[in-house]
């Protein structure tokens, strides 16, 4: 009975010990666990006085309680909205205007180039000037004559110088080569005398041209081919030759038409 006894309180004191030793090992378990979810095992191990962290945080988050929570967003009224949508939007203002010293910037240069599918603008041309039908007879204004009128022109048709003119003056008009002459023949025909060969006249009393050789001359002059000794009247389109030269007579005034009308009235 004794044995029995002593292997049943062995038995109970070795289960007692195991149960210690299991216990033992949840509460460290456990303790581990606890650490583990407060704050990191070094912190812990190398200060295990500090306070755990939920009670460091703890002012922080009491004092974002005491904090006012923002106020919500106001939600305008149907009636507001509309008035918003109507008005239109107020122009943006420049950040910043140039003072009276300060000079504009430069314009920027835009280059612009024809579209080479486009068609060419047809230009329309524009219309001719109509002409004007005046009827009747014109007024024409005369005044005085400032210098010897023309009568008539000696038209070069051969020689140096053709297709010249010289007019004819009224009264008596030299012919010669040189300038100082009154009906100059200076085209380059070396075979013309310098100074008056010949004279053409005109009389306005009777309306008639005479065309008067100078025979102290020894350059011979023609008329239609005839030498004339003398006055010879000329007729129109008559042809006189000078040397090389030969002009052609075409008279202005006449029978039908002579200063003398105008100035008379």
């Known amino acids: 009975m004794t044995i029995e006894r002593g292997e049943t309180t062995a ?41 755990p962290p939920a009670a ?13 929570p923002p106020p919500a967003p106001e939600i305008p009224s149907a009636e507001e909205a509309a008035r918003l949508a109507r008005t239109p939007p107020e122009p943006k203002m420049p950040d910043r205007v140039a003072g009276p010293n300060e000079a504009d910037p430069p314009p920027t240069t835009r280059v612009i180039r024809p579209d080479p599918a486009a068609k060419p603008r047809k230009v329309e041309p524009e219309a001719p000037a109509r002409t004007v039908l005046v009827r009747g007879k014109q007024k024409i204004e005369h005044g005085v004559f400032e210098r010897d009128p023309v009568v008539g022109f000696l038209i070069v048709v051969g020689g140096p110088g053709l297709g010249s003119y010289r007019p004819i003056f009224e009264g008596n008009n030299t012919v010669g080569r040189s300038a100082d002459n009154r009906i100059p023949l200076d085209f380059g025909d070396e075979t013309i005398s310098n100074e008056a060969q010949a004279y053409v006249r005109y009389d306005s009393s009777d309306r008639s041209f005479l065309f008067v050789p100078n025979l102290a001359k020894t350059n011979v002059v023609s008329v239609n081919d005839k030498r004339p000794a003398g006055p010879v009247p000329l007729q129109p389109m008559d042809v006189i030759t000078f040397g090389r030269t030969q002009v052609a007579f075409l008279p202005f005034c006449g029978s039908d038409f002579d200063w003398s009308e105008i100035s008379e009235a």
Request: cysteine-free; hydrophobic content about 50%; proline content about 9%.
């Open 11 to 51: 038995g109970k004191e070795a289960k007692a010990v195991k149960q210690h030793k299991f216990l033992g090992s949840l509460r460290d378990a456990l303790m581990a666990a606890g650490r583990d979810d407060t704050a990191p095992a070094g912190a812990a191990r190398a200060n295990p006085a500090a306070p």
């Open 56 to 68: 460091v945080a703890a002012p922080a988050a009491t004092a974002a309680e005491k904090a006012p």
